[in-house]
Nanobody
């Protein structure tokens, strides 16, 4: 089970930190990722992190602004979002796959959270 938190309303240029709490005895070893979906658009890749935490990838639109990280002791994953823009407005979903290798492909993920809304005002 994955549960996101930390979404909200922020002005352009502001920051938010999303959290994803995982459960289960092996979830701390899974690769995990963040995806987002804006109204009327397909779900898109944001960032991913390997099971060890040593490998990360980012979508082009967030590179340099967002940082993905994880805490194995807490079975948690985070997305630090800086310099937010109105186009970052979307529902953000955390996901996990039963492999340790990070993936940017939506279909590679087996478990999904319910999502948390991020709204950036101009």
């Amino acid at each position: 089970q994955l549960v996101e938190s930390g979404g909200g309303l922020v002005q352009a240029g502001g920051s938010l930190r999303l959290s994803c709490a995982g459960s289960g005895p092996t979830s701390s070893r899974y690769a995990m990722g963040w995806f987002r979906q804006a109204p009327g658009k397909v779900r898109e890749f944001v960032a991913t992190i390997s099971g060890s935490g040593g490998t990360t990838y980012y979508g082009d639109s967030v590179k340099g602004r967002f940082t993905i990280s994880r805490d194995h002791a807490k079975n948690a994953m985070y997305l630090q979002m800086n310099t937010l823009q109105p186009e970052d407005t979307a529902a953000y979903y955390c996901a996990a796959r039963t492999y340790t290798v990070a993936s940017i492909q939506l279909n590679d993920y087996d478990y999904w959270g319910q999502g948390t809304q991020v709204t950036v005002s101009s």
